[in-house]
């Protein structure tokens, strides 16, 4: 039997359409009054995680840290945006009747986390002026904590216009928890997003965390305006594959690419004034890898790449291209991605090239799935060309351990269910989404359903589940 495209697009639109939701309830920071209160679900931020319960440092273990940066930049994230919207010295162009229209207040050091006006700059690529530190945010949140209210991991840090927040921001709870973990700069956030609508670029961020010895590149899933999330689908719903010029550098496979993520990386952005993404994450890169100082030296640190959704497959591939690229060398190898929820990046020749280069130690990809999240699977049914993940996989499961295979690819069709849209997210109050299946206790034992993966290096996995014999 033959399926129409159009019928099986508009049958799958809405699952396809959640692969671009912000983790919970990722919106526009709200303004809140003092009268009013989040109802997000707290997370249990008081259990043990698991870098506690197996005495383990966090950044060891690649499924606990990967998770809890990528919510730290989405925080940070909002954060900023508050202080954008709402600081004094940012709205000097406003009359009166518009600061108070839109709610203008004067923090206490906003430059802590927005170091627009620093008189200097430390990394000529970056977008930013200067890094903002892990202290510095939390610094900022501890100053400010009666203008700013998030009381849970699945809260959007939010304005409090009247200043009658008393209760300590979640972030700076968590960024407490790290400290001696969590010496980190945030180098670059790139969000150069806002005002151009369908033109906008791709977010991500670069960290330097000097305690783990790695910088981490961030990759958002969405960022939830309208113009944002129709770009999102427009790039998701490209599933023709094309073979970018560039893969020739790489290997002499046929790969081919999924046309939508493929150029959102590498497309020339001369419309807007803008190098590719890629050409510009590798010259920020070159600088922070070449930066030295009497104590600092960033040469032999790992780079690792995560990101949910859209980033998890912007993570997937920029992993396989800093990996494979002569013009990367600098970059010590093998480079790590860990990502959730990625939807198909390549073709079989991708996953062979990519396993090629796992096969010479140049890459290790951990890709998280959760059962009945139909965006990382297969579109198939005579939609596309068929695609093939790559990696080891971690497909999460509802009240038992975790299915960790390699590859693994599934079709849509296999994960349809009536929670799909649900299965998607990363934090959940139902135990379905990622971080609730990742992290589920065992209700006899109390000790992780997924132990046998969550005390792990990502070098142990492979070690164990991967095959990449000659």
Same mark, same amino acid.
């Given at each position: 039997?033959?399926?129409?495209?159009t019928a099986i697009t508009i049958a799958l639109f809405p699952a396809l359409l959640s692969a671009f939701v912000v983790p919970a309830s990722r919106?526009?920071?709200?303004?809140?009054?003092?009268?009013?209160?989040?109802?997000?679900?707290?997370?249990g931020r008081n259990d043990k995680m698991p870098s506690a319960e197996y005495n383990k440092p966090i950044f060891d273990l690649p499924l606990e840290?990967?998770?809890?940066?990528?919510?730290?930049?989405?925080?940070?994230?909002?954060?900023?945006?508050?202080?954008?919207?709402?600081?004094?010295?940012?709205?000097?162009?406003?009359?009166?009747?518009?600061?108070?229209?839109?709610?203008?207040?004067?923090?206490?050091?906003?430059?802590?986390?927005?170091?627009?006006?620093?008189?200097?700059?430390?990394?000529?690529?970056?977008?930013?002026?200067?890094?903002?530190?892990?202290?510095?945010?939390?610094?900022?949140?501890?100053?400010?904590?009666?203008?700013?209210?998030?009381?849970?991991?699945?809260?959007?840090?939010?304005?409090?216009?009247?200043g009658s927040n008393t209760e300590t921001p979640y972030t700076s709870e968590v960024l407490e928890d790290l400290r001696d973990s969590f010496d980190?700069?945030?180098?670059?956030?790139?969000?150069?997003?806002?005002?151009?609508?369908?033109?906008?670029?791709?977010?991500?961020?670069?960290?330097?965390?000097?305690?783990?010895?790695?910088?981490?590149?961030?990759?958002?899933?969405?960022?939830?305006?309208?113009?944002?999330?129709?770009?999102?689908?427009?790039?998701?719903?490209?599933?023709?594959?094309?073979?970018?010029?560039?893969?020739?550098?790489?290997?002499?496979?046929?790969?081919?690419?999924?046309?939508?993520?493929?150029?959102?990386?590498?497309?020339?952005?001369?419309?807007?004034?803008?190098?590719?993404?890629?050409?510009?994450?590798?010259?920020?890169?070159?600088?922070?890898?070449?930066?030295?100082?009497?104590?600092?030296?960033?040469?032999?640190?790992?780079?690792?790449?995560?990101?949910?959704?859209?980033?998890?497959?912007?993570?997937?591939?920029?992993?396989?291209?800093?990996?494979?690229?002569?013009?990367?060398? =600098? %970059?010590?190898?093998? +480079?790590?991605?860990? $990502?959730?929820?990625?939807?198909?990046?390549?073709? /079989?020749?991708?996953? *062979?090239?990519?396993?090629?280069?796992?096969?010479?130690?140049?890459?290790?990809?951990?890709?998280?799935?959760?059962?009945?999240?139909?965006?990382?699977?297969?579109?198939?049914?005579?939609?596309?060309?068929?695609?093939?993940?790559?990696?080891?996989?971690?497909?999460?499961?509802?009240?038992?351990?975790?299915?960790?295979?390699?590859?693994?690819?599934?079709?849509?069709?296999?994960?349809?269910?009536?929670?799909?849209?649900?299965?998607?997210?990363?934090?959940?109050?139902?135990?379905?989404?990622?971080?609730?299946?990742?992290?589920?206790?065992?209700?006899?034992?109390?000790? =992780? %359903?997924?132990?046998? +993966?969550?005390?792990? $290096?990502?070098?142990?996995?492979?070690?164990?589940? /991967?095959?990449?014999? *000659?």
């Open positions: 039997m033959k399926f129409s495209l919106g526009m920071a709200p303004i809140l009054t003092g009268a009013q209160s989040s109802t997000a679900v707290e997370m840290s990967t998770m809890i940066v990528s919510q730290l930049m989405y925080d940070y994230s909002w954060i900023r945006e508050i202080v954008r919207e709402h600081e004094t010295t940012f709205n000097t162009d406003l009359d009166e009747k518009q600061k108070a229209k839109k709610k203008i207040v004067a923090f206490d050091t906003p430059a802590l986390v927005d170091t627009r006006n620093s008189a200097d700059k430390k990394f000529n690529s970056t977008k930013m002026n200067n890094p903002v530190t892990a202290d510095a945010i939390k610094q900022f949140l501890d100053r400010n904590k009666k203008y700013i209210r998030q009381e849970k991991l699945m809260d959007d840090p939010s304005f409090v216009y009247d980190a700069d945030i180098i670059e956030f790139d969000d150069k997003f806002g005002g151009k609508g369908l033109d906008s670029t791709l977010v991500f961020s670069i960290v330097v965390n000097r305690s783990s010895k790695q910088i981490i590149l961030v990759f958002r899933g969405t960022f939830s305006s309208k113009n944002t999330i129709v770009k999102d689908w427009i790039v998701n719903a490209q599933f023709a594959q094309r073979s970018p010029k560039i893969l020739k550098k790489i290997t002499d496979r046929n790969v081919k690419l999924h046309k939508g993520f493929s150029k959102y990386l590498l497309g020339d952005r001369d419309d807007i004034g803008e190098k590719p993404q890629l050409e510009q994450i590798i010259n920020i890169l070159k600088e922070v890898y070449a930066y030295e100082t009497e104590d600092r030296d960033y040469s032999d640190y790992e780079l690792v790449l995560t990101g949910h959704s859209l980033g998890g497959s912007l993570a997937q591939l920029c992993s396989y291209l800093l990996a494979g690229l002569p013009e990367t060398d =600098f %970059v010590p190898k093998p +480079i790590k991605a860990v $990502t959730y929820a990625s939807p198909v990046t390549g073709d /079989a020749e991708f996953f *062979n090239s990519y396993q090629d280069l796992e096969k010479e130690g140049k890459i290790m990809h951990l890709r998280v799935s959760n059962k009945s999240d139909v965006i990382a699977g297969n579109p198939g049914l005579g939609i596309t060309r068929p695609y093939k993940q790559t990696g080891v996989n971690i497909h999460l499961r509802p009240r038992r351990a975790a299915e960790v295979k390699y590859e693994n690819t599934k079709s849509i069709v296999s994960q349809l269910r009536p929670r799909s849209l649900k299965a998607h997210d990363l934090y959940d109050d139902q135990g379905i989404a990622y971080g609730s299946r990742l992290f589920a206790k065992d209700k006899k034992t109390g000790g =992780f %359903v997924n132990e046998s +993966i969550l005390n792990k $290096t990502i070098e142990e996995i492979y070690e164990e589940h /991967a095959k990449l014999q *000659n």
